[in-house]
DNA sequence: CCGGATCCCCAGGGATACTG
DNA sequence: CAGTATCCCTGGGGATCCGG
């Protein structure tokens, strides 16, 4: 029976999936904004802004979104017109991972509590 | 008739189930930590650090320990000995999040390949 | 052996102004 | 409208020293 147990050599930032997860969406708002395009499916610049509520700066927005865009979560529409519209829509590979992160979230929900218990606790 | 739709104002770093997840977890350190002890169950400090690999310094696995036991992830026993001896065990709450973080790293293992392939094509 | 106390550095991210 | 370009600042995290 082969040892289920991880080398420590294959722990480190580049091979470890857990720090690769976590590099990339360690982030202030990757998370967020995809799982607005998982919603909406197809949102503009601005209305990501406003559904991913306006404490976002526009910078950030435009750096999350290349990021995303460059990771293939996401992908990008340009229309030529004046004024400019961009379009940005969630691809498969977005949306496969979106279950992953709505499971947090909901253990997350229903852990709170006793979170915040044990945090008021150890206060003490 | 209320919109389904989430407000804006619940958005924000209190109210929003993702980003408090993320805020909690977001650290270099802490999921490290606790797959380490979801694994091994118990472990001394150095022990600990050993096994996450050798690249965390003592400073930050101590708080990332001390944030774990507030939370009531982990929980410390210490014994009265000289030298110090103290042991950290994962808690049940600590045991009901490793598996959506497995499931995470298997998302991020079997989709990390797609994910190069596209750093690689937007670099162009 | 465990881990507290200090000092220091840098990258992530905010605010603002500007442009095709 | 959808960005780019700058400047600036904060705090996460590393290194080191010390102490029970």
Redesign the pocket.
Known sequence: MMEKKIKKSEWDITNCPVRTVLDRFG???SILVLLVLGEKQKL????INKEVGS??????L??T??KLEADGFIF?T?YPE???????EITDLGKSLVPHVDNLTKWAVSNMPAIKRSRERFKK
């Open positions: 982030d202030k708002w503009r610049f601005n209305e404490d976002i700066s526009q910078k950030m435009t750096v979104l290349r990008r340009i004046i004024p400019p519209k961009v379009e940005y």
